[in-house]
Every structure is written in C-alpha cells, then in structure tokens.
C-alpha cells in the first residue's frame, strides 16, 4: 500500500507560479511511476504529467508543456509540480496518483484508470 499526500495549493493570479508537493508513504519501492491529475468542477479528470520514477523521464498535457514541469525527489520519495505562467483554466483540484509496476516499463501512462493509489487533492484557483 502507498499513501499520497498533496499540498501547495492556493489562490494566485493569471501569470503567477505555485509548486505543489506530493508525499509518499508506505511501499514506495514498488511504485512505478507518479502522476499529476486536475479536475475542474462540471468536467472530467484531465491528466496534466507523469514521471518515471527510476529514469526520471516525463511527458506532459500539451498544453501545459513548456508552462510546467514535474519532478522527482526519490531518495525523499516526494514529486512535484512547478507550475509557471498561471492561467485562469489552470483553475482544479489537483491529485496526485502513482502506479505499482516493473521500473524496465517505459511505457507513459496517461489513463486514470492506469494509476493505484490517489492523494486527497489541492486546489488551485487562478484569478484574471
């Protein structure tokens, strides 16, 4: 079992930045790969990026890419969003999620449905 905790979230203005922080617990050995998840209120959950937790290597929403970035802290077995140039459709509750598997699948995994264990959510408003 691994247990998620995110934070960092807040209210900000079109243009700012934020970090969101996500903590894992638990059996952390097994994780494959983290994820960050949004959902907006009325809309379905988006996937925004994903990292490999070995290799380090990441893919991203297109529309985020070059706006964010995520990363990974192993040895503290923390992820993170940095997120810059804030829009006010950025506005979600933000999860993050991590999927158990085998560390030699480079596959990335861009479904919710792919992931196993979810954090309680951050929300993130940005004003215009």
């Known amino acids: 079992q691994v247990q998620l905790v995110e934070s960092g979230g807040g209210l900000v203005q079109a243009g700012d930045s934020l970090r969101l922080s996500c903590a894992a617990s638990g059996r952390t050995f097994s994780i494959h790969s983290m994820a960050w998840f949004r959902q907006a209120p009325g809309k379905e959950r988006e996937f925004v990026a994903t990292?490999?937790?070995?290799?380090?290597?990441?893919y991203y929403l297109y529309s985020v890419k070059g706006r964010f970035t995520i990363t990974r802290d192993a040895a503290q077995n923390s992820m993170y969003l940095h997120m810059n140039n804030l829009r006010p459709d950025d506005t979600a509750n933000y999860y993050c999620?991590?999927?158990?598997?085998?560390?030699?699948?480079?596959?990335?995994?861009?479904?919710?449905?792919?992931?196993?264990?979810w954090g309680q959510g951050t929300q993130v408003t940005v004003s215009s």
């Open positions: 990292i490999n937790w070995s290799g380090g290597r990441t």
């Open positions: 999620a991590a999927r158990d598997g085998d560390n030699g699948d480079t596959t990335f995994y861009h479904s919710g449905r792919s992931y196993d264990y």
